[in-house]
């Protein structure tokens, strides 16, 4: 009786430390341990461009869709999708000022509030890229299991975008998880949990190439990464020039 309760005087000793930190302190520990496992928080902050295919299945209203696309990335916020759809082909352009929708049915400009949307939707999506800088916007929240991984649970908030919640493996500083809500059309919010995996190594760093999207608790989407490049030379006014120039 006597050697378990000096384990237990042990134990409590140990986690002094840990419960003097505060959750911002915590928080932004964990937030650079996922930046380094990612490749450093400065050679993901000069990615400036990246191209990569995506092979994807979504749920619509008519039931699941399977599609392919060519996605390419200007950082901050320049973005140009190529897809292959069951119904023909369909291109997505867009940067925060303007964007646009081509399919089978004609060309049509993005309003400005789905756009407002996309672009804090985005902000989440590359949080790793373009990190807070200010210790103050993080903060942790509790340590959580998923799928068998022990996971240090973090808040990041951002200008414009809801705050994300980041699930980082406790082991090895991998983000497996991301967590955030979103505003649809009609005005509501929807809670988005993006389960990420398949981590590869590319350009120096380490990134998931394979992401499922829950909504509201419902499958949404399940995409995998191939061909991924990155700082390529894209030109931001080149991913939307057809469009500008048809205007």
């Known amino acids: 009786m006597v050697f378990v309760m000096g384990r237990l005087w042990f134990a409590a000793l140990a986690a002094v430390p840990l419960l003097a930190q505060s959750a911002g302190e915590r928080g932004w520990q964990v937030l650079e341990a996922a930046l380094k496992a990612a490749g450093g928080r400065e050679r993901l902050a000069a990615v400036r461009d990246m191209s990569f295919d995506l092979q994807s299945r979504m749920a619509t209203p008519m039931g699941e ?111 497996v998880k991301r967590a955030y809500r979103v505003e649809n059309s009609s005005g509501g919010m929807a809670n988005v949990e993006e389960f990420l995996s398949d981590h590869r190594e590319v350009a120096g760093l380490r990134l998931s190439f394979k992401v499922r999207e829950m909504r509201d608790g419902k499958f949404a989407r399940e995409s995998v990464t191939s061909n991924m490049q990155v700082n390529t030379g894209l030109k931001a006014a080149d991913l939307l020039r057809d469009f500008r120039q048809a205007r």
């Open 65 to 175: 869709m399977n599609f392919t696309s060519k996605n390419r990335l200007v950082f901050p916020d320049t973005v140009r999708q190529d897809m292959t759809m069951p119904f023909g082909p369909m291109t997505i352009a867009f940067d925060s000022a303007e964007g646009w929708r081509k399919g089978p049915p004609g060309t049509e400009k993005i309003p400005p509030d789905q756009l407002r949307r996309t672009i804090a939707h985005l902000k989440n999506v590359n949080i790793l890229f373009r990190p807070p800088q200010d210790a103050k916007t993080v903060r942790w929240l509790a340590v959580e299991t998923l799928e068998g991984r022990a996971c240090d649970v973090i808040e990041v908030s951002q200008a414009e975008a809801e705050p994300a919640w980041l699930y980082v493996d406790r082991s090895n500083g991998e983000v």
